[in-house]
């Protein structure tokens, strides 16, 4: 019998039907950094006060600069209060001119804007005062729904296929995405978001199941981070988008409209042939296989592709098959504290380091490079030295580099400026890692499951992370301190998951384990000298993969 990845090897490890592929998981990854960073730009403090206009009633004739004066208190260094104004008194305008008005109140009738300012959710919606923290609560309202996103979607693509939940999961992502900028008002605009955070993250994680179940061992990490560096790219795209576009409305469909354009994804975007396989849908995989080797120009054997109708139906897994093994357990719940420690870092850091001294625009176009720098290097650094040692010297810089602020003083901001940055760089090259790793660590049948749940465990932690900045009130250090211990003690369980690079994906959970169980049995017997095994006179260095 052969492998699937045998097959795979005659049909083109990472021949012009995968690239294409990958430039479809690209071009979605780009436009998914508008729902996650679109509303940074929409949020920006607008000059504002209470609206007065009770006083034109007994004083019509007075001029603006006077209405301010008799009715907004000054602020200690000058300025017009925001959010308080003088309770309004049943008096005729001379006597407010002789005695003035003393008593404060917040603003009854709402608020008044510069006329000139365009039109900004915050305007829109009167996101101040006592509303400012709303914009908050929509950004974890958001994450709530990358998490309700990656739970359905893990579940429902491991038993319905990943091209219809990447399909439905665009077309969701664009409608509802433009929808959000006729929104009546701001609870009805969260809810809007809630379903497109929902949409980014089915369509994130199918994707990178497809790019890295059909593409060859030796190419797989080059799928799935040439796809994830789109993310970066997008952000410093929507920085001269957003410099450029000042209404919120017009920014919402210019970045939300061009999810459309990828509908044709309907009549080129293949279904992954390794999960057909897996549901015994063996002359549907042959006819994507044989497509996948026209395209690159490869002659499949016949005699090579007829293996896979001797393959025997096997029982799907789900959910719960990660817990019944001691080894799979290991591995899911080190990998959910991984992925809930890059999330926890990344968006902490992103609320935290946000003074490079340069304006929104630009800091979001430098933020966007450094992640962009980090991810490629993942490119090469994944090949030369595998899966477990990057994501465990990732995740050692970033928590070594927060530790190391702590004991920065406060009067080198530069210091701590690059330091941070150095922090940031990273995490985002471990979250890169993360995708890869957990890819390959989990067989086919329940592969996008896994995926969904690691990316559960990652939204509870871009939830948490601005709660942990608020502790600094209490301390200015605490938030370094978790930020860098949780992820030098992530790096340290980094060490206890078995290596991936190079190696086959397993298609079952029985093959899964044992591959791991094999694993083990190599690292101790490389503990007591004996790094091969011997079995009929042969060397065996790891469990095959399911064969057909």
């Not at 508008?34 to 206009?53: A, I, K």
């Not at 061992?217 to 920085?239: C, D, F, M």
Request: charged share 15%; aromatic share 10%.
């Amino acid at each position: 019998m052969t492998s699937f990845g045998e097959i795979l090897k005659s049909v083109g490890d990472f021949g012009r039907f995968q690239k294409c592929l990958v430039l479809m998981v690209s071009l979605s990854s780009f436009l998914a950094a508008f729902p996650l960073f679109g509303q940074m730009f929409m949020v920006l403090h607008v000059p504002h006060h209470c609206d007065t206009n009770w006083i034109r009633e007994i004083g019509p004739n007075m001029t603006k600069e006077e209405q301010l004066n008799l009715t907004i208190p000054r602020s200690p260094p000058g300025s017009y209060e925001e959010c308080q104004m003088y309770t309004p008194v049943e008096k005729d305008i001379d006597s407010i001119l002789k005695y003035g008005l003393n008593a404060t109140e917040k603003c009854r009738k709402g608020w008044v804007y510069p006329a000139e300012q365009e039109q900004t959710l915050v305007t829109q919606f009167d996101l101040v005062c006592d509303r400012k923290e709303l914009s908050n609560i929509s950004q974890s309202i958001l994450m709530l729904g990358f998490l309700l996103g990656a739970v359905i979607s893990g579940t429902v693509s491991d038993r319905i296929g990943r091209r219809p939940v990447a399909l439905l999961s665009l077309l969701v992502m664009g409608a509802f995405g433009v929808g959000t900028a006729f929104a009546p008002n701001f609870y009805i605009y969260m809810a809007l978001r809630c379903i497109v955070g929902a949409a980014v993250s089915s369509v994130s994680l199918s994707m990178v199941t497809l790019g890295t179940e059909w593409v060859g061992v030796s190419y797989r990490a080059h799928s799935v981070t040439l796809g994830n560096s789109a993310v970066p790219v997008g952000q410093i795209a929507l920085a001269g988008v957003a410099y450029g576009i000042r209404n919120w409305k017009l920014l919402q469909i210019a970045g939300s409209a061009p999810v459309f354009g990828l509908l044709f994804y309907i009549w080129i975007l293949p279904e992954s042939a390794r999960w057909l396989v897996t549901k015994g849908k063996s002359e549907e995989a042959k006819t994507l296989l044989q497509k996948a080797a026209c395209v690159n120009n490869r002659r499949l054997p016949p005699e090579l592709l007829n293996q896979l109708t001797c393959e025997k139906k096997n029982k799907s897994g789900n959910v719960l098959d990660l817990f019944r093994k001691q080894q799979q357990r290991n591995v899911i719940l080190i990998m959910f504290y991984i992925w809930f420690v890059n999330s926890l870092v990344f968006y902490g850091l992103s609320f935290n380091i946000g003074s490079f001294g340069l304006d929104i625009y630009l800091t979001q176009f430098v933020f966007g490079a450094v992640e962009l720098l980090a991810r490629l290097c993942c490119l090469f650094l994944l090949q030369w030295f595998g899966r477990k040692k990057c994501q465990s010297y990732f995740l050692f810089q970033s928590g070594v580099m927060c530790l190391i602020i702590i004991g920065i003083p406060k009067d080198m901001p530069v210091v701590v400026t690059v330091l941070a940055a150095l922090a940031k760089c990273a995490i985002s090259a471990s979250f890169a890692v993360s995708y890869v790793y957990c890819a390959e660590l989990f067989p086919t049948v329940i592969r996008q499951s896994s995926l969904g749940l690691c990316s559960m465990s990652s939204r509870v932690g871009g939830i948490l992370s601005p709660l942990i900045g608020l502790l600094d009130k209490y301390h200015p250090s605490v938030s370094m301190v978790i930020f860098g211990s949780t992820s030098v003690i992530a790096g340290t369980l980094c060490f206890l998951l078995t290596e991936t690079c190079g190696k086959e994906l397993q298609d079952h959970m029985e093959a899964a384990v044992a591959s791991q169980r094999s694993c083990e049995n190599v690292m101790s017997n490389c503990e007591t000298g004996s790094l091969k095994l011997k079995e009929d006179g042969q060397d065996t260095g790891h469990t095959r993969s399911t064969h057909f």
